[in-house]
């Protein structure tokens, strides 16, 4: 994977946290900058994983122990879904 070098704007107090040298904060980093455009459904996973050269699988397991769901569900979904399932057994066993 080719590196290049970025210029952004931080606050200043923040410079002792980002200006690590080691490749696993490097990664953390990246990966969660990634995260919002994830969010946005601009890239997939897949994609993302793809940019900081891992596998997809393994970029679900890191932003999952960072408590960021890979499925987002809201409550209205689970009651449709829970309310679909309710209906259609509701139909079998007739």
């Known amino acids: 994977m080719e590196l290049v070098s970025v210029r952004i704007n931080v606050p200043k107090a923040m410079v002792p946290w980002i200006g690590e040298d080691d490749p696993k904060h490097e990664f953390e980093r990246n990966a969660m900058m ?4 994830i969010q946005n459904m601009e890239i997939s996973h897949g994609r993302a994983a793809e940019l900081l ?3 997809k699988l393994d970029l679900i397991d890191f932003y999952g122990s960072m ?11 689970i009651d449709d879904e829970l309310a679909a399932y309710q209906s259609f057994k509701a139909r079998a066993e007739k």
Request: charged share 20%; aromatic share 12%.
């Open 67 to 77: 408590g960021l769901p890979y499925i987002r569900i809201t409550d209205k979904d």
């Open 53 to 55: 050269g891992i596998n």
């Open 34 to 37: 990634l995260y919002p455009h």
